[in-house]
């Protein structure tokens, strides 16, 4: 019996390397809550080049000297439902991990330019942005998931912020949800073209924002969170008063808050533990946020940090996902690939720590976040009442009650957490407030 034991677990050990080696980033565990699972819709991605005209040039600015202008480049990785009869395997190569030299092939579900499906309705949009520093791939997980489901998903390369290209801080801080804004903008446009292949295919009126970390900053900022005034005056963030743009309460700040963008979520969002927001800046938040964040989060904070931004943004409904223990990535990065689990010459830490946690499995947490952001997004970009039920949950997930009769139906002491299997609801919290609270 030890010995049968001894070879099942070999056997699971050899197929979880194997799959490692694949660096899949879609992934489902069979222990993954229901709605992780993907959409009936096989997916085509394509990637995109576009530029922001007239933008500040934070590189080049001088104090007392006019503001230096440059058309600021942009690399978007799009996923999209595509055509019936496309398949359900794609390969994306020379992908650069955080050593920003060596490259590597992700496996996935997207068919490279394959053609897009004719929907009678066009589908919602969501951007996603990553942190600092970042690619458009380190959340490749949810775009190929959202875009199964009826999602145009656009993951955006942040110029200055990529692992490759990164650049002084002050870009990222004034950049961050100006980009978010400016590829809302893009891809409408792009829409209403004839010939695109957008055409018809996304209605960026219904659009979504998903930040990690630095990204996850820029949502705030996009849903309305002004910076306040001593964040504008560090001499480490960004030169000349060039985040004022952002200030709490001014009309440029208010100008960039564009009203497609009707939900965010914010995974570890980086800026509360160092000032950059207090109860003023964050009232201005008014869209429905969903927050994800490791308790243990020693970048962004986790009392200090994201649950305080929670706690603050009251003029909105909102969530607050929590990862027990887990520290900084809890829930968006991809698994790491197989490559960056070797040291590297060009950094002083193995790429592996940039992806991973050391208390949660990357695949259980990415699964777990794509669950829950299904039911976000469900609920109020396509208006599906019925998700609610994956977010009204009891707040400690361990609390949760397994109650089930053999067929199935629910005990009227069940207080499980909707979707997930019975013992798999574990270390996890779900606060949540309305407009007010």
């Not at 879609?26 to 819709?41: K, M, Q, T």
């Not at 208390?359 to 952001?373: K, P």
Request: charged fraction near 20%; charge should be negative; proline fraction near 5%.
């Amino acid at each position: 019996m030890k010995h049968a034991i001894g070879v099942a677990a070999l056997t699971g050990l050899l197929c979880t390397a194997a799959l490692a080696q694949d660096n899949r980033v879609d992934l489902i565990r069979p222990d993954a809550p229901s709605l992780a699972a993907h959409g009936d819709s096989p997916i085509g991605v394509r990637t995109i080049e576009v530029s922001n005209p007239g933008q500040i040039d934070i590189l080049k600015v001088e104090a007392g000297k006019d503001l230096p202008r440059y058309d600021r480049p942009l690399t978007l990785e799009v996923w999209y439902p595509a055509a019936i009869g496309t398949g359900y395997e794609g390969v994306y190569t020379g992908v650069q991990l955080r050593d920003g030299v060596t490259k590597v092939d992700l496996k996935g579900r997207a068919v490279r330019d394959a053609e897009p499906a004719k929907p009678d309705t066009a589908y919602p949009l969501i951007v996603v942005s990553h942190g600092y520093p970042g690619n458009r791939f380190l959340m490749s997980h949810l775009g190929e998931n959202l875009a199964t489901k009826g999602y145009v998903v656009v993951s955006i390369d942040h110029t200055e912020s990529t692992y490759d290209n990164r650049a002084a801080f002050g870009s990222t801080l004034v950049n961050r949800s100006i980009d978010q804004t400016f590829v809302v903008d893009t891809i409408d446009k792009m829409s209403k073209e004839d010939g695109n292949f957008l055409s018809g295919l996304v209605n960026a009126d219904d659009t979504g924002v998903i930040g990690y970390s630095m990204g996850g900053y820029g949502a705030v900022i996009t849903a309305g969170g002004g910076v306040t005034q001593a964040s504008t005056e560090y001499e480490w963030g960004a030169p000349a008063g060039t985040l004022e743009v952002h200030l709490a309460g001014s009309d440029s700040h208010e100008a960039l808050i564009d009203p497609r963008i009707k939900a965010a979520v914010s995974v570890a969002p980086w800026g509360m533990n160092t000032g950059f927001w207090d109860a003023t800046g964050l009232s201005g938040v008014r869209i429905p946020m969903f927050f994800i964040a490791g308790s243990d989060d020693d970048v962004s904070g986790y009392e200090n940090g994201t649950k305080a931004i929670f706690d603050l943004s009251t003029n909105t409904d909102r969530y607050l996902l929590t990862f027990e223990y887990a520290n900084h990535n809890a829930g968006a990065p991809i698994p790491a690939p197989t490559e960056a689990w070797q040291p590297s010459e060009h950094i002083d830490f193995i790429p592996f720590d940039h992806y991973a946690d050391a208390v949660w499995d990357n695949t259980r947490m990415n699964n777990i976040t794509q669950h829950f952001v299904t039911a976000f997004f469900g609920q109020y970009l396509k208006g599906d009442n019925e998700m609610s039920t994956y977010l009204d949950v009891v707040e400690k997930s361990g609390d949760g009650v397994y109650a089930v009769e053999e067929d199935g139906t629910l005990k009227p002491e069940h207080t499980y957490w909707a979707g997930f299997p019975n013992r798999t609801a574990k270390g996890l919290s779900l606060m949540r407030k309305s407009k007010g609270q």
